[in-house]
């Protein structure tokens, strides 16, 4: 008898649990999006990645409008370019890594930006090799040369330090070219520059 129970008794659970399921997975009812009452904002992304998919999900399926902004997305191609568009009030906010706020403040600027949101906890950056390589270790970047990206910027800082913690001196065992800012790397490496790249 127990058996006979348990069978309809899951199956109405799992129906009932499905059905609050995808109640919460249709979109909510549309708020008026009369482009004359929403806020303008105006993003400076660093770079379009895909880390900061759920944003751009977030633009298509119009939740921004939803909540009264209309938000212009524009990609900076560098912190560098990112910070210089929110102090110069071409950007309301700008992604980027903390470094620039830091390296603003620093400076003396007196109307510095302030982080407020961390979006990603982890570098989303990858080590990218000209040849293929099977098994990878650290050590097989000792006497090449990486595209690091700009002195100073994240994706490079990120890098070094993670060359240090496998024993690598980013200043002796290799070469890193910090010449060319984070948003051409790849550009300059898929033209030939360097035997690895952090992209």
């Not at 899951?10 to 919460?24: D, E, R």
């Not at 751009?56 to 560098?80: H, K, M, Q």
């Not at 080590?127 to 650290?138: A, E, G, K, T, Y």
């Not at 910090?178 to 790397?185: L, P, V, W």
Request: hydrophobic content about 40%; aromatic content about 10%.
């Amino acid at each position: 008898m127990k058996k006979i129970l348990k069978k309809p008794l899951a199956l109405l659970l799992t129906s009932l649990l499905v059905m609050g399921i995808m109640t919460g997975c249709g979109k909510s009812p549309a708020k008026e999006n009369n482009t004359a009452s929403l806020t303008p904002v105006t993003l400076n992304e660093v770079a379009h990645s895909i880390f900061y998919a759920p944003m751009y999900v977030a633009i298509e399926e119009g939740y921004f409008a939803d909540e009264g902004i209309d938000l212009t997305l524009v990609t900076g191609f560098g912190a560098d370019k990112t910070m210089t568009a929110v102090l110069t009030d071409e950007a309301d906010i700008g992604f980027m890594g903390s470094e620039s706020t830091i390296y603003t403040y620093a400076g003396g600027t007196q109307d510095y930006v302030v982080n407020f949101a961390q979006l990603t906890q982890r570098a989303g950056n990858f080590l990218v090799s000209r040849q293929p390589i099977d098994q990878f270790s650290w050590d097989m970047l000792k006497g090449t040369t990486v595209l690091g990206g700009r002195a100073g910027g994240m994706p490079e800082m990120v890098f070094e330090f993670i060359l240090e913690k496998n024993g690598i001196d980013p200043r002796s065992d290799l070469t890193i070219d910090q010449s060319i800012d984070f948003g051409s790397t790849a550009a300059a490496f898929s033209g030939g520059q360097g035997d690895f790249s952090v992209v």
